[in-house]
């Protein structure tokens, strides 16, 4: 069993920063991948992230330059570093296991508003 507990959201006016951390408890760090997600109100979820167990890292166009995505295996933690923070970065962010292509387990949430 797996659990994703996702922390670091907030409120940030627009070109600030925020640091999101997702600590997993199981079998995770480093034998999965593991993505960021987020969820706009009246929006489908979508991809945002991603690191793989040999560190190679993905990311969806809109974030590229801006977000970082990383890992501490001894902390079984992936965190996603969020620079120049825009409106349409407001979500709800969310943390997840990859399990081949797809993705088994998901954390709760993390509240990102971005204020212009």
């Known amino acids: 069993q797996v659990q994703l507990v996702e922390s670091g959201g907030g409120l940030v006016q627009a070109g600030g920063s925020l640091r999101l951390s997702c600590t997993a408890s199981g079998r995770t760090f480093p034998y999965y991948a593991m993505g960021w997600f987020r969820q706009a109100p009246g929006a489908e979820r979508e991809f945002v992230a991603k690191?793989?167990?040999?560190?190679?890292?993905y990311y969806t166009d809109s974030v590229k330059g801006r977000f970082t995505i990383s890992s501490d295996n001894d902390k079984n933690t992936v965190y996603l570093q969020m620079n120049s923070l825009r409106p349409e970065d407001s979500a709800v962010y969310y943390c997840?296991?990859?399990?081949?292509?797809?993705?088994?387990?998901w954390g709760q949430g993390t509240q990102v508003t971005v204020s212009s």
């Open positions: 690191i793989t167990s040999s560190g190679n890292t």
């Open positions: 997840a296991k990859a399990v081949g292509i797809k993705y088994d387990y």
